[in-house]
Every structure is written in structure tokens, then in C-alpha cells.
């Protein structure tokens, strides 16, 4: 029988640290928030600055991409989030990015544009706002990224009407900074007051503007108290805010809806028609509900998603706030709000708006961000391994180079064709994940980039694979396989593009289908290198067979005889035995002297500094070793023996071996190692066959 959970030890666990709960909960007077302010200044950012800020404080790494100097921004990696959400590929996106953030955080002009980020579905558009929205939330919670709103607090039943019937507090409804309570003509005296004698780059300037209700309230205490400000603002209570997308605090949401059923007050506020009888009025401030996404989004930011399917009248409201800061209630005057508009938009959204003179204003008022997708195997691997590891999988594991084959399948699909014909689409995947070529330099896999058009912009989303490789998971359980194998996903991502939703062009389904068997012709040559390094990974054999070949090259270039260790005879150089090894990396015959001299070269440079040479320092050597030791052992091993019922215990033993190499060498399980030795038996046994 299990213990009962002790809930309170959790609880008073979860609490201690009764300062930090203390801080997080701060009220004050207005004067006491002033105070605040003037030791950490930054508690008065606008919203551009304080995400700018949160990006930059999670740290960044600088690293230089085929010439191009990258800054990568660690924010984007979610690890508050355990990577749920983390952004993979997209360093340079966004780069450009956080720069417009940077510029805007600056007042250089790209804080009154609506930043639009532009790509094909899937590409992480999404996403990025959602870690945004988040790391928001997360960085309200943070000292570094506290801020405060205020709320007006009236005991005096003289004046008590202000607030409402029988309303003692009245929140700001906006979440405003309390500054904004100044008044224009003072705010360049407090802003020098606070400024005076600070350190670091950042300058408190007050700017915003306070809401219609706060306006109201504000207005009717100052003729109260006959412009007495001092004791206006001892109605005012400080309190430290926190953003959140579900209590609606700071982060505001806009999904377009039936053309018909939209309204613009989902964006603005709308009348509460219950109180207009206590107040007498529709134009009454409190009597309205500030809580559309503008309004609520106020302090943090607001997300447009397929921003440009809104319609007409939406996006009037949009160029208003983007250039102007302000929002139109329904009938009240223009309302203030700081917040960052970020929208998103597919490929033929933005086509649509390209071509539409209507919309002249607002392509003038926006900063897009394009958001490809990734066209680097090693981050596109990425994204699968995040929900398909080990960890999140029970009773069933995936084989070796599964997910790194549906991914290579979905770059090649977003990849333009090369117009170097010698050029193949799988080499220029190659090349861009860092693999070199011969006759390929740095340069070169620039100008590759240059002279594409559309590259990342079409193709396979991750979302299809992700679906995919789902499948063939629940299909492996349902047949017991134990295994997901890359042909049983490779086999998914082809039934599928039949009911492709996205694709309706057959001779681009056509396209891809033979892409797949790019993919599959590589898988095989992956599989067949693996099998043979699992046979021929005998480091003494390795060993032995490389010191006879130096032997012979020594001999050979230095026209010498070689001892043969079994007949004590002087013979010459085995210039069959050297052949063999050479063939394997297809050296030709005339440039076999240049090759061996560079291995003879190679090793008296080594002997100088007092170093031994070893085959695994020349990875050509070592390939071909492996590969004319592999020749040796295969027919003893009898690997073709696998795909017969017939194994006799000598050869049963050997290929034992080779499966438990494959096991702790590749990172195969039982069921995945014997597959792919069968697999391999097969090929080599048609290889036989084709052979006699």
C-alpha cells in the first residue's frame, strides 16, 4: 500500500524564502514606487525594451557560418520551458529579429511598425511567439524584470462616486505605469530628477498616456482637491504587476473568425450595457470593459496570428496602434498603449497583400521577418529528437538513423536544384550541413545560397514528418515490432503524400517520391558502412595490417627489399597487398607514388616532434584499411549466410560480434541490430548473385 501524499511539506517547501515572496507581492505609495525607480530605473521600460532586455539577459554565442558572422540567441533554446518550444535552424531570422527589438527598444522608428513574420506552415512562426509569451511571464517574476501597475483607493464617501457604487478600489484596467500619472508639463523635471547622477546607458523618459477610466478618476480627484497633485496621487496604490496570457495580464491573442461573426470591439473594449443605468451614460469610462486584446495586451505584447486574413476594419485599429501607439474605443477619444505587435502570415496571405493597392499602408507599416524552413540536417534532426527520444518513448525504441532519414527526405524537398550540374541535391544538403566536398569551398556554398529563389520557403513542413514518424510508432506497437526502422517511416512519408492536404500537383508528388529513393539508396550505403566497420573494427587486425602496408610503402619509396617475417627471405614490396588498400579509396595507379610519398612525408614529420604515427590519424588510410579488411573477413564471417536458415556455431559466434559492435559502437538495440544485418546479408547476397 503507498504512502498518503503530505501535501503541506510540499506546500511550505514550495514557499519558503518569505523575503522573495515578500518582493514579488510589493505595494507602496506612489512616492515610495519613485524611489524605486530612481535606484533601478529600469522598472520604466517600454515593453520594446524590457523583451529586448529578457532575449539578451538568457545570454548569447557567436559563431561564424560559411563566412556570414552569427550571433545565436539562447533565449529562443526555452530551457525555462525544458525546450519545449525551442527555435532550431533559424539563428540568422532571428538575428534580424531582435534586431528590429533592439532598434525599437532605441526609439529608432521600428517600434511603430507591426513586425510580420513570414513563412510556409510549420516553420516555427508560432513558436517563436509562444516563447516569447512565455519567457514574458517568466521575466515579470524575475527582479531583473519586474514592473508595476497601480490601482485607485478611496475611503471618502464625499468623493467615493468616482470609483462607483460602492467601490472602494478601482484597478487600472490597463495595467498602466504608474509615471503616466504625472502630467506632461512636470515629466521632463521627474525624468531629470531620476536620470540625475545614474549609471549605465538607459534614461527613464515618460511618455505614455492613462486610459479613459484612470483619465476620469484622475481628473475628478484634481478638481476636488483643486489641483492639488500630492494629494491626488495619495489615492494611488502601487503594486508590482505580473504578465500572463491566461489571467489576460500583458499578453493579448488574436485569432481571425468568421468574416461575418468579427467585430472590432474583440480588439478595442466594448460598452457593458449593466452599468450604463448606475452611470447614466454609454460614454461614461466606467461603464466601458477595456478588455479587448489591445487592452489587455498593454505592458506586454500582442500577437496577430494569420494577421493578414483580418479584415479591412481590423486592420485599421492595427495601423493605428502600430504608428501611433493609440487604439479607438467606441466612443472615446484615442487611448495610449505600449505593447509589441507581432503578426504572422503564410505564403499566400503575403502574396495576396503584395498584390492588393489597398493595402498600400500597411505593407508600409511593417517589418517582415522571413521564417523558412530549416535547410541544415543537423537542426532539422533536432526538432524530431525534442519529442521523439528515449525519454518520451515507453516499450518501443527507434532504430539509428530513422529520424535523421525523414529529415533528410524534408530538406531535399526544400532545396532548389542545383544549377552546377556535376551538383547533386543529397551533396548540396551535404554541403550545407557542414560536410566537405571536393572542389567546394566556403565561398562556393555561398554563392549556392545566393542564387537560390525560394529555397526553404517550399517543400515538406515538420509538422508532416512529426505525423509520420507518429504513425509508424503506433504501427510498430500494434504489430509488436519493438523497433521503428527508417524504411517502416520511409514507407509512411510515401503512402501519405497520396492525401497530401497541401500537395495537389502530381508531378511534385512525383518529385518527391523520387527524393525518397535518394534517401533510401543513402540509408543503404550508411548501413553497409556501419556493417562493415562492425566487421572489420578488429584493432589488432587494423593494427597488424597497417603496420605491413607501412612496411611495404617504406620499402617501396625508399627502393628498398622487405624482411618477410616467415621465411627470414628478403623480398620485394607487396605491391598487391598496397593495390588492394589503395583501390579502396580509389587512388588510381598514377597517382600512387604521390600518395604513398605523402604517408611517408606525413610520418617522419611526426617522428620529428617525437610523435608514433597511427592509422586512425589519416582518415583516407583508415577507411581504406577497414574497407580491405572488411574484403578479408567477410567470407569467413558468411554474413550472406544470415538470409539462408543454415548458420553453422563458428560463423553464429562471429556474427554475435559483429552485433554487439553494432550495439555499442552505433547505438543499435538487439531487435534494431539484427534488422539491419539482415538488411545488409541481403545486399550482399544480391551482390553475389550479380557477381556470378
Known amino acids: 500500500m503507498s504512502s498518503s501524499i503530505n501535501l503541506r511539506s510540499i506546500v511550505e517547501k514550495h514557499q519558503q524564502g518569505s523575503n522573495k515572496k515578500t518582493a514579488m507581492h510589493w505595494t507602496g505609495t506612489f512616492n515610495e514606487y519613485l524611489e524605486l525607480v530612481k535606484k533601478n530605473p529600469k522598472l520604466a521600460r517600454n515593453s520594446y525594451q524590457r523583451m529586448y532586455d529578457m532575449i539578451m539577459e538568457a545570454g548569447t554565442e557567436e559563431y561564424v557560418d560559411f563566412k556570414k558572422h552569427v550571433i545565436r540567441y539562447k533565449f529562443f533554446d526555452d530551457k525555462q520551458n525544458n525546450g519545449k518550444d525551442a527555435i532550431f535552424g533559424l539563428d540568422v531570422q532571428l538575428m534580424k529579429f531582435v534586431n528590429i527589438l533592439k532598434a525599437a527598444s532605441l526609439g529608432y522608428g521600428t517600434e511603430k511598425r507591426v513586425i510580420l513574420l513570414h513563412g510556409p506552415v510549420g516553420s516555427a512562426k508560432s513558436s517563436i511567439c509562444r516563447v516569447l509569451k512565455k519567457g514574458l511571464e517568466d521575466y515579470s517574476r524575475t527582479d531583473t524584470g519586474a514592473l508595476f501597475t497601480f490601482e485607485w483607493v478611496i475611503e471618502d464617501s464625499k468623493i467615493q462616486h468616482l470609483l462607483g457604487k460602492d467601490v472602494k478600489t478601482f484597478h487600472s484596467p490597463m495595467n498602466e505605469e504608474p509615471l503616466w500619472l504625472i ?79 468579427q467585430d472590432s470591439t474583440e480588439l478595442t473594449g466594448d460598452i457593458n450595457y449593466r452599468k450604463i443605468a448606475e452611470y447614466g451614460s454609454d460614454s461614461d469610462p466606467r461603464a466601458f470593459n477595456f478588455d479587448g486584446e ?108 530513422t529520424i535523421e532519414m525523414a529529415a533528410m527526405w524534408a530538406i531535399l524537398t526544400r532545396l532548389e536544384k542545383p544549377k ?28 549556392l545560397r545566393k542564387e537560390t529563389l525560394r529555397e526553404g520557403l517550399d517543400g515538406i513542413s515538420p509538422r508532416y514528418i512529426q505525423d509520420k514518424l507518429s504513425n509508424a510508432l503506433v504501427m510498430a506497437q500494434q504489430m509488436n515490432k519493438g523497433s521503428v526502422n527508417p524504411f517502416m517511416v520511409m514507407n509512411e512519408l510515401e503512402s501519405g503524400l497520396k492525401h497530401h492536404s497541401l500537395i495537389s500537383d502530381e508531378e511534385r508528388k512525383q518529385e518527391y517520391r523520387e527524393l525518397l529513393s535518394v534517401v533510401k539508396q543513402e540509408y543503404e550505403e550508411i548501413i553497409k558502412g556501419e556493417v562493415q566497420r562492425a566487421i572489420s573494427a578488429d584493432e ?32 620485394d614490396p607487396d605491391e598487391r597487398l598496397m ?114
Open 420 to 447: 552546377k550540374a556535376n551538383l547533386t541535391r543529397l551533396q548540396k544538403l551535404k554541403l550545407y550541413n557542414g560536410k566537405t566536398l571536393a572542389n567546394y569551398t566556403e565561398d562556393n556554398v555561398k554563392e
Open 294 to 401: 489591445f487592452n489587455v495586451a498593454n505592458r506586454g505584447m500582442i500577437e496577430f496570428v494569420e494577421v493578414l486574413k483580418l479584415d479591412v476594419a481590423f486592420l485599421y485599429d492595427l495601423l493605428g496602434a502600430s504608428q501611433e501607439h493609440r487604439i479607438k474605443p467606441k466612443k472615446f477619444a484615442q487611448t495610449y498603449i505600449d505593447e509589441v505587435i507581432i503578426g504572422h502570415t503564410n505564403e499566400p496571405e503575403y502574396r495576396r497583400l503584395q498584390d492588393n493597392e489597398f493595402m498600400e499602408a500597411l505593407r508600409d507599416r511593417t517589418v517582415k521577418v522571413d521564417v523558412p524552413y530549416i535547410t541544415r540536417l543537423k537542426q532539422e534532426v533536432n526538432i524530431y529528437k525534442k519529442d521523439f527520444n528515449s525519454q518520451k518513448l515507453r516499450g518501443i525504441s527507434i532504430a539509428p538513423h
Open 579 to 692: 593495390r588492394a588498400i589503395e583501390e579502396k579509396i580509389e587512388i588510381p595507379e598514377s597517382r600512387k607514388d604521390d600518395f604513398r610519398r605523402e604517408i611517408m612525408n606525413y610520418i617522419g614529420a611526426l617522428s620529428l616532434d617525437g610523435k608514433k604515427f597511427n592509422y586512425k590519424m589519416n582518415e583516407r588510410l583508415h577507411k581504406a584499411l577497414e574497407l580491405k579488411l572488411f574484403e578479408d573477413q567477410k567470407d569467413s564471417i558468411k554474413l550472406t549466410s544470415l538470409v539462408s536458415s543454415v548458420t553453422d556455431k563458428d560463423t553464429q559466434e562471429k556474427i554475435e560480434i559483429v552485433k554487439s559492435r553494432l550495439i555499442k559502437d552505433f547505438g543499435y538495440d538487439e531487435i534494431s541490430a539484427t534488422d539491419v544485418l539482415h538488411y545488409v546479408a541481403s545486399i550482399f547476397a544480391r551482390g553475389d548473385v550479380k557477381n556470378k
Open 183 to 261: 502630467p506632461d508639463d512636470m515629466r521632463q523635471a521627474v525624468a531629470d530628477e531620476i536620470n540625475r547622477s545614474q549609471d549605465g546607458d538607459y534614461r527613464v523618459k515618460i511618455t505614455g498616456e492613462l486610459c479613459p477610466p484612470s483619465r476620469f478618476i484622475f481628473k475628478g480627484l484634481m478638481d476636488y482637491y483643486e489641483g492639488d497633485l500630492m494629494k491626488v496621487l495619495n489615492h494611488v496604490r502601487v503594486k508590482r504587476m505580473f504578465i500572463s496570457e491566461a489571467d489576460r495580464v500583458g499578453i493579448g491573442t488574436f485569432q481571425p473568425k468568421d468574416e461575418k461573426n
Open 540 to 571: 589488432g587486425a587494423l593494427q597488424r595490417l597497417c603496420a605491413n602496408y607501412i612496411d611495404n610503402v617504406k620499402a617501396y619509396t625508399q627502393k628498398e627489399k622487405v624482411r618477410n617475417q616467415f621465411t627470414g627471405q628478403d623480398d
